[in-house]
């Protein structure tokens, strides 16, 4: 087991810097998200939405937008913003338990991604489809397939944060 970082060393409050890091942490749920739907000639399985983001409609002439064949930087910002709420949700967690210098151990995984899932709720918790799904309710009566969803946005927000702590102290 890890504690991290070193006493003395961790970040105080630098919420642009924890913002770059959720930043980067959306762009890669987004890719993780894709990953599944890549086919052999390279490109995705296609997973076409509209969007309302004005300025995204003006510029591509259209409110149609293939989520998969789109890098995140790239789409609406209607499209960036759950995996963005995501990001920093499991940042701000991340943040505080290694301000607290909690282990990195299963309690640890399972508190994150406790937090993780509550934010989620939070978000999504008036709308239909995630009534159906059964996903509107607390982390531990979640299915397994579920929970490790939100343990791997916990796993890589902790990858992130631990290789860039040094550089949010400057």
């Known amino acids: 087991m890890f504690l991290c970082p070193p006493s003395g060393s961790i970040i105080g409050g630098d919420n642009m810097s924890l913002e770059q890091l959720a930043e ?21 399985e296609p997973r076409w939405k509209t969007t309302s983001d004005e300025a995204w409609i003006s510029e591509h002439e259209t409110d149609q937008v293939d989520i998969a064949n789109t890098q995140y930087a790239s789409l609406p910002a209607n499209w960036q913003q759950e995996n963005r709420e995501s990001a920093h949700s499991a940042m701000e ?44 309710k607390p982390y531990a009566e979640l299915p397994e397939e579920e929970k490790k969803k939100d343990r791997d946005i916990v796993i890589r927000a902790t990858d992130i944060y631990r290789a860039n702590w040094r550089s949010l102290n400057k």
């Open 24 to 44: 980067q942490l959306a762009s890669e749920l987004h890719e993780s998200w894709r990953a599944p739907r890549k086919l052999e000639e390279g490109v995705y």
């Open 93 to 136: 967690t991340v943040h505080g338990l290694m301000l607290r210098r909690s282990w990195l151990n299963e309690q640890y995984m399972e508190h994150a991604s406790t937090k993780v899932h509550d934010a989620w709720i939070q978000r999504h918790k008036d709308e239909s489809w995630a009534e159906e799904a059964g996903l509107l």
